[in-house]
């Protein structure tokens, strides 16, 4: 049994060219017009194939191949998203949930006698760039966020919105509860999104965890003054205090032997004009680590600058918890079956940590859950550049086939 693997190319790039901006960039982000133009495609897609479609009040989509003899039974799930980030590329999440649904028409195809119902899921919000926390959908799913909360998170644009509104605006307010089944075990692939695998010349990666994720929102309040009259020792400037702890973080990252990475991706100032000192300045910190008591102690280390600073540059700073999700261990015993089926098609494979979050981590709390990853050309993702080659793409497929098969 072989997938199709003009099909599976096809989808990609379809999907890929969906819900694009008038300037061609790729910003399917969760719950906007562009999201809803994906997530219809893909269910046309599953109707296609003749799956029993489900959305829970999440908004994440389930296509269901069962039958009457199996349906009591725990399914197999293979999920992923099909949100996307800011100016994005088009496999990152995408390639998961379409090797999901080319995996199941190729059973249907071949008549393959399942012994459980099969799912593929595309989870709401798995960014995180409009609504925070990020892996939103599968979380609730989970049970680590109950769906009212979920539903109150506010749109970073625009407070007035919230999940809740925008779902039910573009139709995906869903009838079934977050949870509704069980899943027997949780399969995602995905794109690597770093440079391991394409710099080590390898195909598969079988990751055996993830690391850990903490997102803070941090304001400093200073004061606005004149740039030119106000002498340097008597400004309590937001924006230098801002620059301050940016390359704190930076070096808290190179000092850790255990691999701390720290990004500030979002900052604004105000006033925000050319001669006001800054009054206020808005930021996030994500920083992440595999090892969670490293993890820990960062995040004090950052607490215990940020009350240094503080009070050298007499500015006060508040900071606001968006997302912590702990390191995962993935099951053991798929893992191996991962590598079991990458060895018997002569696929190099190596085991591996994945320095991204995904909806699996959130699914490991619930059912035995594992990940297979492909290259990242030069490891970039969440960039426009993020590309891998078909070669690589059909591998993994092709494994997520015969690793669901021997499931
Ligand atoms: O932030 C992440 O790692 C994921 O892309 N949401
Ligand atoms: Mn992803
Ligand atoms: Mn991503």
Redesign the pocket.
């Given at each position: 049994m072989r997938i199709n693997r003009n099909r599976l190319l096809e989808t990609l790039k379809k999907l890929g060219s969906t819900g694009r901006e008038e300037n061609g960039t790729l910003s399917r982000v969760a719950a906007t017009d562009n999201d809803k133009a994906g997530r219809d495609l893909f269910v046309s897609w599953l109707n296609e194939t003749g799956l029993t479609v489900k959305v829970d009040q999440m908004g994440n989509i389930f296509g269901i191949l069962e039958t009457e003899e199996n349906k009591d039974k725990e399914p197999i799930v293979m999920g992923s998203?099909i949100d996307?980030?800011i100016n994005?590329g088009i496999y990152?999440?995408c390639y998961g949930v379409l090797s999901g649904l080319e995996v199941i028409r190729t059973l249907k195809e071949n008549n393959y006698k399942l012994e459980r119902p099969i799912i593929v899921a595309a989870f709401t919000n798995?960014?995180g760039v409009r609504f925070h926390p990020d892996m939103m959908g599968s979380l609730v799913f989970a049970g680590g966020l109950a769906v009212e909360e979920a539903l109150k998170s506010k749109a970073i644009e625009n407070p007035e919105l919230t999940l809740k509104s925008e779902l039910q605006r573009i139709g995906y307010y869903g009838d079934e509860k977050p949870g509704f089944f069980k899943p027997y075990v949780y399969l995602e692939l995905h794109i690597e999104?770093g440079p391991i695998l394409d710099y080590e010349k390898i195909s598969i990666g079988a990751v055996e965890n993830l690391q850990g994720i903490s997102w803070q929102k941090v304001i400093v309040y200073g004061e606005a003054n004149h740039a030119g009259t106000t002498p340097t020792r008597l400004r309590k400037d937001a924006g230098y205090t801002t620059a301050k702890i940016i390359t704190f973080l930076r070096d808290l990252a190179n000092n850790s032997n255990e691999k701390t990475v720290a990004t500030v991706g979002t900052i604004e100032f105000e006033p925000n004009a050319i001669n006001i000192i800054p009054s206020k300045s808005i930021f996030t910190i994500d920083l992440r680590n595999p090892n969670e008591e490293k993890l820990k102690a960062d995040e004090e280390a950052l607490k215990n600058y940020l009350e240094k600073i503080g009070e050298e540059e007499g500015v006060k700073i508040e900071t606001e918890r968006l997302a912590r999700f702990l390191p995962v261990t993935f099951n053991e015993k798929i893992v191996k079956i991962i590598k079991d089926v990458a060895k018997n098609k002569n696929y190099s494979y190596r085991r591996m940590t994945s320095g991204?979050?995904h909806d699996a981590q959130m699914m490991s709390r619930i059912c035995p859950t594992a990940m297979i990853f492909v290259p990242s050309y030069k490891g970039i993702?969440?960039n426009p550049a993020e590309f891998t080659e078909d070669e690589d793409l059909v591998k993994g497929t092709s494994v997520l086939l015969d690793v669901v098969t021997k499931l």
């Amino acid at each position: 049994m072989r997938i199709n693997r003009n099909r599976l190319l096809e989808t990609l790039k379809k999907l890929g060219s969906t819900g694009r901006e008038e300037n061609g960039t790729l910003s399917r982000v969760a719950a906007t017009d562009n999201d809803k133009a994906g997530r219809d495609l893909f269910v046309s897609w599953l109707n296609e194939t003749g799956l029993t479609v489900k959305v829970d009040q999440m908004g994440n989509i389930f296509g269901i191949l069962e039958t009457e003899e199996n349906k009591d039974k725990e399914p197999i799930v293979m999920g992923s998203h099909i949100d996307s980030v800011i100016n994005a590329g088009i496999y990152d999440g995408c390639y998961g949930v379409l090797s999901g649904l080319e995996v199941i028409r190729t059973l249907k195809e071949n008549n393959y006698k399942l012994e459980r119902p099969i799912i593929v899921a595309a989870f709401t919000n798995e960014e995180g760039v409009r609504f925070h926390p990020d892996m939103m959908g599968s979380l609730v799913f989970a049970g680590g966020l109950a769906v009212e909360e979920a539903l109150k998170s506010k749109a970073i644009e625009n407070p007035e919105l919230t999940l809740k509104s925008e779902l039910q605006r573009i139709g995906y307010y869903g009838d079934e509860k977050p949870g509704f089944f069980k899943p027997y075990v949780y399969l995602e692939l995905h794109i690597e999104q770093g440079p391991i695998l394409d710099y080590e010349k390898i195909s598969i990666g079988a990751v055996e965890n993830l690391q850990g994720i903490s997102w803070q929102k941090v304001i400093v309040y200073g004061e606005a003054n004149h740039a030119g009259t106000t002498p340097t020792r008597l400004r309590k400037d937001a924006g230098y205090t801002t620059a301050k702890i940016i390359t704190f973080l930076r070096d808290l990252a190179n000092n850790s032997n255990e691999k701390t990475v720290a990004t500030v991706g979002t900052i604004e100032f105000e006033p925000n004009a050319i001669n006001i000192i800054p009054s206020k300045s808005i930021f996030t910190i994500d920083l992440r680590n595999p090892n969670e008591e490293k993890l820990k102690a960062d995040e004090e280390a950052l607490k215990n600058y940020l009350e240094k600073i503080g009070e050298e540059e007499g500015v006060k700073i508040e900071t606001e918890r968006l997302a912590r999700f702990l390191p995962v261990t993935f099951n053991e015993k798929i893992v191996k079956i991962i590598k079991d089926v990458a060895k018997n098609k002569n696929y190099s494979y190596r085991r591996m940590t994945s320095g991204a979050g995904h909806d699996a981590q959130m699914m490991s709390r619930i059912c035995p859950t594992a990940m297979i990853f492909v290259p990242s050309y030069k490891g970039i993702s969440h960039n426009p550049a993020e590309f891998t080659e078909d070669e690589d793409l059909v591998k993994g497929t092709s494994v997520l086939l015969d690793v669901v098969t021997k499931l």
